[in-house]
């Protein structure tokens, strides 16, 4: 009903910078929840970034500062702008669509329909 489309992942140098999007399609984009998660080789799944419908953004302390989640209605797509990377952000990056009508989440339990996920590597 809701398909997620990741692009942007790759690979840079500590200190650099990417742009991660997801483009959104069936259902009403607007009306939706939006998040960011990722998993690194041997651990769960984590939150990163989420953005409700209404705009109120919430981070993960360690990507405060560093980490920017925006979305563009009008064209069905998130965003993570990612500055400052080091090493520990290399994992897979997931977005994420809530259809709920409840507050914004930070658990994968929460959220309704996933992208196929995107790789992160950030050399050391």
């Known amino acids: 009903q809701v398909q997620l489309v990741e692009s942007g992942g790759g690979l840079v140098h500590t200190g650099g910078s990417l742009r991660l999007s997801c483009a959104a399609s069936?259902?009403?984009?607007?009306?939706?929840?939006m998040g960011w998660f990722r998993q690194a080789p041997g651990k769960e799944r984590e939150f990163v970034a989420v953005?409700?419908?209404?705009?109120?953004?919430y981070y993960q302390d360690s990507v405060k500062g560093r980490f920017t989640i925006s979305r563009d209605n009008a064209k069905n797509t998130l965003y993570l702008r990612m500055n400052s990377l080091k090493f520990e952000d290399t994992a897979v990056y997931y977005c994420?669509?809530?259809?709920?009508?409840?507050?914004?989440?930070?658990?994968?339990?929460?959220?309704?329909?996933w992208g196929q996920g995107t790789q992160v590597t950030v050399s050391s």
């Open positions: 069936g259902g009403t984009f607007s009306r939706y929840h």
């Open positions: 953005i409700s419908w209404l705009g109120t953004t």
């Open positions: 994420a669509a809530d259809l709920g009508e409840g507050g914004i989440g930070v658990t994968p339990f929460e959220y309704d329909y």
